[in-house]
């Protein structure tokens, strides 16, 4: 069985290093508040997401959950630089003089000199599981969009040479800045089966698949000008815009996982989704893929109220944004002192990025036997302006409503 297992694992390695992904979003069974850490410790109904192999090891007969979630990530100035440009323009807007202008000319500056590492990241969750037995279900969406500018533009020396037609030039430079806007809504809906092998004095290896139909709902729009009749595009303009012009298509996907408990208070997981590579087509036919992902898991019950666990994906994942990579290593502990309450705490970081300030979490569930509720959110150690307002530069937060029978 360890052989059986072993062949599992070389297959992952094997092919996950040919492809890239998207970002791997911790969706539900409280695996946010514990650093985004889930494929080693998830066995109830949100397994078929995180790894079909917990199916096998799944302690109730039967599980639900129901998950949302949402999250910001702002790197670099682009937010910061487009909202100082939308207030320079209502100041130039409200009185045409010399220090309106140039204070006009130095904010859209600044904003032709960010680059690709400038973006705003928006990424969300909503998801319904089921597990029955050892078989999973359900309909796991994640949401990952983004912006970044696009390279050039027209700068505007300072000071600016009022005259009858610098009207007309601040439009034309104006306009000259533009932005790429992306994004991707899937929802996968699989089928999942988990076993588990008697491994000896190994302990056991339990082995999951999953087959899942997926709809991906894409938005791509290239070269955005970010001023047109007047007005310049905001930070938040641009978090509303990618969530318009969508166009969806079907495919299917293939997720494979396992997971070995050499005794029943540890595992060690590891698991590859969309090994197929499926895509998705945009309006203007270019193609989203959304490529093989492979994550490692640990778990370990160090007491009898006390769970460490951690994660790492393997292989750096691209993002929906060009240029971004995304390879998250996080982990944390949850409490568990009393049957109706746990508490979590842990972090994260993304070591494809060396720009990266790393994110802080915690969570609480609270309930009863058969149903918890799960709170869970991560706060960025850096900062960022989004909307003319300051923020941690990355901020996630979801709820989940967990039944068990």
Known sequence: ????????????????????????????????????????????????????????????????????????????????????????NDAWTGAQNQGTADGLATAFDALVATNEKDNLHVTGQAAFGAQIKHFGFGAYGTFEGGANPDPGGLTIPVPVTLNGTATNQFDTQLGSKTVSLRGIALIEAPVSYGYAFNAGKFGKVGVGASVKYMNGMVTNKEQTPIYAAGKVTSSSDLAKDVRKNVHDSSSVGFDLGTLWKPVPSFAVGLVGKNLNSPSFKAKNGEKITVGRQVRAGVSWEALSWLELTGDVDVFSNSTIIPGMKSQNLGGGAEFHPFSCLKLRAGGYTNLADSASDGAVTAG??????????????????????????????????????????
């Open 364 to 405: 609480l569930s609270v309930g009863i036997p058969w149903f918890f509720l799960d709170i869970d959110g991560a706060y960025g150690l850096g900062s960022a302006k989004f909307d003319n307002h300051s923020y941690p530069s990355e901020a996630k937060a979801q709820v989940s409503l967990n039944f068990a029978f």
């Open 1 to 88: 069985m360890i052989r059986r297992s072993a062949a599992v694992a070389a297959i992952l390695l094997g092919i996950g290093s040919t492809a890239h992904a998207l970002e791997f979003q911790p969706v539900g069974a409280g695996s946010l508040g514990v650093g985004g850490a889930g494929v080693a410790r998830t066995y109830g109904a949100m397994a078929p997401y995180w790894n079909p192999a917990g199916l096998a090891f799944a302690p109730k007969t039967a599980t639900v959950s129901l998950t949302a979630g949402v999250g910001l990530n702002t790197r670099g100035k682009l937010a910061e630089d487009l909202d100082n440009l939308v207030k320079a």
